[in-house]
């Protein structure tokens, strides 16, 4: 049974529209209006559209922060994506690990991306779970109350190479360099930055879950479902992604199904500053990125070496 770990008043959480300018050479934004609660954002969360891709002027509902995260483990990198039932669109998608930047924050979005993998992304050993940190910085513990937190072995998390072309809040650079783009359905500015987390050699039976908020009547309930890990891991080769997906319990990869799945919008292709699709088929994206699904092994290949050499016998004596 899933196990609820914290509960919130969603009524707490406010953000800030924007006025958002582009340029060939840069994005810029700030802060418009007053802070909205969730249910005045997701009202102004309509399609919007721009006649230049690369150049524009365009008040905007929210402003948006995911983390393309990839986990080193046992010598391997992998991207890390959650599954999320999006009720403002009615669909469930594989996507970054991600959430909505809140007012006080909107200058400093790289805070609210550091305390999403907080939140949403779990690491438990059988001595408890993982505590992590940002270069000296320790991320919160969201659920101390519920979950027992290991600080003696945190993971690590570094930035890795940012965005070409710079985003700016106002003026002031936005630091890590984040990859920005407005996303026409939701009328909401994106930004993703590129993080990696190390584990620790000594944590061992590495198991990993996905804890995602959902809103049950009047609260923002957090639950942990351990039937249902829903996060998946995907391997990377040179820094290339490949065409697989698993899960990860106590140290063993489990090859999760890709039959009808979709990826979020941030796997969609974006022209210029604008991504205009709203989720982009898993079949869609493995040929935008020139991939193709690992063939199974023949049977020949898979056979022990002495079952290998009866099976040619039987097959030259059948020829």
């Known amino acids: 049974m899933p196990r609820s770990l914290i509960r919130k008043n969603p009524s707490d959480f406010k953000t800030l529209p924007l006025f958002v300018e582009a340029t060939p050479e840069g994005l810029s934004y700030q802060t418009i209006g007053r802070p909205l609660n969730f249910a005045q954002t997701l009202q102004k969360r309509r399609p919007v559209n721009v006649a230049d891709n690369q150049r524009f002027s365009l008040e905007l509902a929210n402003l948006g922060v995911s983390v393309r995260l990839t986990l080193n483990w046992q010598g391997r990198d992998y991207w890390v994506l959650v599954r999320q039932r999006r009720q403002d669109r009615g669909d469930v998608v594989l996507k970054l690990i991600s959430g909505y930047v809140p007012a006080h924050e909107v200058s400093l979005p790289l805070h609210t991306a550091i305390q999403e993998i907080a939140e949403e992304c779990l690491l438990e050993t059988p001595e ?4 992590g940190r940002f270069n000296e910085t320790w991320l919160p513990a969201p659920y101390a109350s519920a979950l027992h937190y290991r600080e003696a072995l945190p993971f690590r998390l570094t930035p890795l190479s940012g965005a070409a072309r710079p985003v700016r809040c106002g003026s002031q650079p936005l630091i890590e360099r984040p990859r920005a783009y407005v996303h026409l359905p939701t009328a909401s500015l994106q930004l993703i930055y590129d993080l990696r987390l190390e584990v620790p050699k000594e944590a061992k039976s590495l198991s990993l ?7 049950e009547g009047d609260q923002l309930v957090a639950r942990l479902d351990r039937k249902r890990a829903d996060l998946y891991l995907m391997p990377l080769t040179d820094g290339q ?5 698993y899960t990860l319990h106590k140290d063993r990869l489990h090859s999760a199904s890709t039959r009808g799945l979709y990826l979020a919008e941030s796997f969609a292709r974006q022209e210029g500053w604008v991504v ?3 989720r982009i088929r898993w079949k869609d994206w493995l040929v935008q ?8 092994e023949s049977r020949l290949k898979s056979l022990t070496g002495k079952a290998r ?5 039987v097959v030259k004596s059948k020829a």
């Open 289 to 296: 990125q020139g991939l193709s699904v690992p063939g199974k």
């Open 128 to 131: 408890g779970w993982l505590s």
């Open 241 to 245: 992604p490949c065409a697989e997906l």
């Open 276 to 278: 205009s699709d709203e």
């Open 209 to 215: 879950f996905h804890v995602d908020e959902r809103l």
């Open 309 to 313: 050499q009866i099976f040619r016998k």
